[in-house]
């Protein structure tokens, strides 16, 4: 076995960063390397001396307890980024890892930041057994089916081991989570390319999370190709640098920024109303509420038994983890990121949405993001891509006396959010005769009970059908864009026109450039 993890998943340039490793077959290759649209390598080392140490019981909990190996200084010349580190043994076997790269403090800085969903790839990681969603071990083996692997989720993980490969080196040739075509009459639902997950027994949860070959390496590909500066920070990092955020313009967030900390909101709430532009390239944003524990070292996301199974919660509600739109909080994610992924769902994926466009119908090709796209009313977007997929935001709305369309100000919607373009959803899969369920479901009866107050089968039903929703609002001194999917980056590296110059217009607008 070859495995790898750091002590911390950001620093700046001159400080040290430690790297734990366990070895079969030491001793072994170093090599780091800026991954962006090359990968640059910055550090090669040969002969690191790795011992073969022994897994503990249950590191998806309590982490591994590996010695450090070495300690390895960030180059003064490093600049921000992601940094693939990788580590081949004498066998030819290969582990990677990573860091982020922050900006030195005391250097020039780009006009916008680029958040990486570090705290939704902590969420995923099964290294070790389990992760915040399924026992992952057991249901890979057989020793469990999914409804009873689901059981076996963790709401406390450790944050001191290494992420699965498909997870920190995903394969060029991994398939998106869409479906490329829309399905056939009669045809039997699938997810994403079932003959691909099978024959590299890909689990349900490899594509939900990670950097390469995914949905922020698809943008910090596209931004370098436009010449477009951007400092690099994990969830994280939000929350352990208070003002961290001040100097910038712009804060962008892309793919799966799925899980938010406390600390990490408010930081993003005060960098908006104090002026700062907001842009969100991601759907299920700011979905779940998670807390750190033991200076990091602790991850605690106990999702839907946010308050049954958490003692700390149990005495203070604040610390609860679950829902960001439970009552308990009073505080719903669309009070700051416009739209939720309660009043959206899945396009293109299982039998959610199973022929849907995959783009967006536009309804006001009067808005500021949509200047210079060529775009008019009832024109789609990304259609060809295929843009609209896997899980997106939205929120309830009604039209208007001029055919466009007016938000319903609930669940912390704001009154005033501009509606630019719409496609439909599918919170989950409809229960039809003869077609088995392929995404794991969403606890409709807890929603209805803990988010609307409802309780019955009717109140679940009317949870089931959503829309994905562009729009943008202003909030303080500050403004919003959210184009509510997951997969705005792969329609950017797809080269569609008039997603590239909708980018463009909300970067410009927000300072960025």
């Known amino acids: ?94 582990a990677h890892h990573f860091v982020c790269l922050k900006p030195a403090k005391d250097g020039p800085r780009a006009k916008a930041t680029f958040v990486l969903n570090t705290n939704t790839y902590h969420a995923y990681n099964y290294w070790g057994g389990a992760n915040a969603y399924c026992d992952v071990g057991a249901l890979m083996s057989g020793r469990a089916k999914l409804d009873e692997a689901m059981r076996g989720a963790i709401g406390v993980s450790s944050t001191r081991r290494p992420f699965p490969a498909a997870i920190v080196d995903t394969p060029p040739d991994a398939p998106r989570l869409i479906n490329e075509r829309p399905r056939g009459f009669e045809e039997r639902p699938w ?69 938010w900390s406390g600390g990490e909101r408010d930081a993003i709430e005060a960098f908006v109303d104090g002026g700062g532009g907001l842009a969100v390239f991601s759907g299920n944003t700011a979905f779940w509420k998670v807390r750190f524990e033991d200076d990091g070292a602790t991850f605690v996301c106990h ?34 990121i416009g739209l939720t992924f309660l009043f959206g769902g899945y396009h293109r994926l299982g039998a959610c949405v199973a022929r849907g466009q995959a783009g967006y119908t536009v309804y006001d090709e009067r808005h500021w993001a949509l200047e210079g796209a060529d775009l008019f009313y009832g024109d789609v977007i990304g259609a060809g891509v295929p843009f609209i997929g896997y899980e997106n935001d939205g929120c309830r709305f009604q039209f208007g006396p001029d055919g466009r369309l007016v938000p319903e100000a609930t669940l912390g919607v704001p009154k005033d959010l501009k509606i630019i373009a719409i496609a439909p959803c599918a919170l989950g899969e409809t229960a039809v005769e003869g077609y088995p369920p392929l995404i794991p479901p969403e606890r ?17 039903d009317r949870l089931l059908r959503g829309h994905a929703v562009m729009a943008s609002f202003q909030r303080g001194q500050g403004e919003v864009f959210n184009g509510g999917a997951t997969e705005w980056a792969h329609a950017l590296k797809a080269g569609d026109p008039f997603v590239q110059v909708i980018t463009r217009n909300v970067l410009r607008r927000f300072g960025a450039y």
């Not at 998943?9 to 072994?28: D, I, K, M, N, V």
């Not at 997950?197 to 949860?205: A, D, E, G, K, L």
Request: charged residues 25%.
């Open 444 to 460: 409709l009866d807890l929603i209805a009970r803990d988010v609307f107050g409802e309780a019955g089968e009717a109140a679940e």
């Open 303 to 336: 999702k839907w038994k946010g308050f049954e199974a958490d003692p700390a919660a149990i005495a203070d509600p604040s610390l609860g983890t679950h829902l960001w739109s439970h009552k308990a909080f009073g505080r719903p994610e669309a009070e700051i």
């Open 1 to 94: 076995m070859l495995a790898c993890y750091t002590d911390r998943l950001s620093l700046r340039p001159g400080e040290r960063f430690a790297l734990h490793a366990s070895a079969t077959h030491g001793p072994c290759a170093l090599e780091i390397a800026r991954i962006g649209a090359e990968r640059k390598v910055v550090l090669r080392q040969d002969g690191v001396a790795i011992a073969d140490h022994p897994t503990p019981e249950r590191p998806d909990i309590y982490g591994c307890g590996w010695p450090a190996a070495l300690e390895i200084e960030a180059g003064a010349d490093w600049i921000s980024g992601y940094y693939d580190i990788k580590l081949t043994d004498a066998a030819g076997e290969i």
């Open 191 to 259: 997810a994403a390319n079932p003959a691909w997950m099978r024959q590299h027994r890909s689990t349900p949860y490899d594509g939900s999370a990670g950097f390469v070959n995914k949905w922020e390496h698809a943008f910090a590909t596209w931004a370098e190709g436009e010449g477009l500066a951007l400092d690099y920070f994990t969830d994280a990092d939000l929350e352990t640098e208070p003002g961290v955020l001040t100097p910038y313009a712009t804060l962008i967030l892309v793919g799966h920024s799925e899980y």
